[in-house]
């Protein structure tokens, strides 16, 4: 389903759209794993700015221009809207330093997201715009709205948008996908700083990309880049009425290669105003700098074991007190994973991420979770996906050093339309 795993996040992490495969008449499979786990079809659909990879692209003749992709596709407005529904039951145990263990179990739902998105025809231009209707019980507010303009050649291209995007979700090769076979993202990626700075963001930014491709799509090379305003004190997006004098910057690097491989560099930029202290008597702000780099890969044996790990280092500026020398909070972290397709639409996977922590050369905290489980597709289209999940994270506070435990057993059913 050509999708573009419509880049989400906030606690979901799928975003597969179902208007694609309606459009092109496929099933989800052409560009995800299992939605909405992308595969190299899917991630060469999303860089064509929502238009199908050629498949007569031998290169024997100059591979098509962007504008003549889908030409003969005429546009349906059932084609470019969808909507998203996941429902959950959960069961879940938490403990820690300090706090009196807790033990709920729930029904939920989780998400409920209008999408309209896809590719003006005869021209470069595409559009993506993702609502959430309902998430975790909160009013209705936009995720994500983007316009885009893409040129050059399937094979040799490059692309500009502008708008609210989500900064690392949907870039990247799978390793370094938020979206994937879990509920949630891998805690190596979504994990927040002391300064309330996380990559689970989406502020507005202007992105722009080159996109290179073999002959039949056997290698892609492919770098993006964004500039944004960046978060709040807070940790929220700057969305409108900035005050902030500079911008954070964010780079990709990947290379696909063999039948569904491959790696991908990435590195953060950026400074935000921090407030220590809040609500106490010696509070106090300071303008830390933001640092991220990050290492990822993964290969597809035999089209059934999917092995994927990854690293990311932390580099924050902290202070302890006001006009103290300025240390750093650092954190290098690593992530492994491994996804089994027992048959299309069926999977069972497990990963485990484990960080370690420090600020101003103290002692070191070692965040770490594990997680398993099974999902598989109730429908041939595969937009209907059943989901069983089991994860034991142990946080630890880099500041306080209070340890605490999630244990969280769930169940989800996602529909797509």
């Known amino acids: 389903m050509p999708v573009l795993a419509a880049l989400v996040l906030a606690p979901q992490p799928a975003r597969a759209i179902p208007a694609f495969a309606r459009k092109f008449g496929v099933k989800c499979y052409t560009c995800h794993t299992i939605p909405p786990a992308l595969n190299k079809t899917g991630y060469m659909f999303k860089r064509l700015g929502y238009r199908m990879p050629p498949d007569e692209m031998d290169g024997t003749k100059a591979a098509p221009k962007i504008s003549e992709l889908d030409k003969n596709i005429k546009f349906s407005i059932t084609n470019s809207l969808a909507i998203i529904a996941q429902g959950s039951f959960t069961v879940d145990k938490t403990a820690g330093d300090g706090i009196s263990p807790t033990s709920s179990s729930s029904f939920n739902l989780d998400e409920a997201a209008l999408f309209v998105a896809g590719a003006v025809p005869d021209s470069g231009f595409s559009y ?15 995720e994500q709205a983007v316009l885009g303009y893409t ?66 799509f056997k290698q892609v090379f492919a ?14 997006e700057i969305v409108f009425g900035s005050t902030k004098n500079s911008k954070d910057f964010w780079f990709d690097a990947d290379y696909w290669f063999g039948p569904d491989g491959g790696v991908t560099f990435m590195t953060y930029y950026g400074k935000k105003d ?9 509070e106090f702000t300071y303008h830390p700098t933001i640092r991220r780099y990050g290492v ?19 580099n924050d500026d902290w202070q302890d007190e006001a006009g103290a020398k300025l240390t750093n909070f ?38 770490q979770a594990w997680n398993f489980g099974g999902e598989k597709a109730l429908t041939e289209l595969g937009n209907v996906v059943v989901r069983a999940t089991y994860g034991h994270e142990r946080d ?19 529909l797509m339309w």
């Open 128 to 142: 993506f715009t993702h609502f959430e209707l309902s998430q975790d019980g909160a009013s209705p507010f936009l």
């Open 151 to 216: 040129a050059g050649r399937a094979n040799s291209s490059f692309f500009v948008k502008a708008g609210q995007m989500h900064m690392q979700e949907g870039e990247g090769t799978r390793a370094a996908m938020f979206y994937n076979l879990f509920p949630d993202p891998a805690p190596l990626l979504t994990h927040t700083s002391p300064i309330n700075f996380s990559l689970d963001q989406h502020p507005v930014g202007v992105n722009v990309g080159y996109t290179w491709a073999s002959n039949y």
């Open 223 to 236: 770098v993006s880049a964004k500039v944004t305003n960046g978060l709040n004190a807070d940790g929220s």
């Open 274 to 282: 921090q407030a220590q202290n809040q609500g106490a008597a010696d």
């Open 296 to 314: 990822f890969g993964n290969y597809l044996f035999f089209d059934k074991l999917d092995v994927l790990g990854g690293f990311l280092r932390d």
């Open 330 to 367: 650092i954190s290098n972290g690593y992530r492994a994973e491994v996804d089994y397709y027992i048959q299309r639409g069926f999977a069972v996977m497990a990963r485990y991420d484990r960080m370690k922590q420090t600020i101003a050369g103290g002692p070191a905290n070692h965040p």
């Open 396 to 414: 630890q506070d880099p500041t306080s050093g209070l340890v605490t435990t999630d244990k969280l057993f769930k169940i989800d059913l996602r």
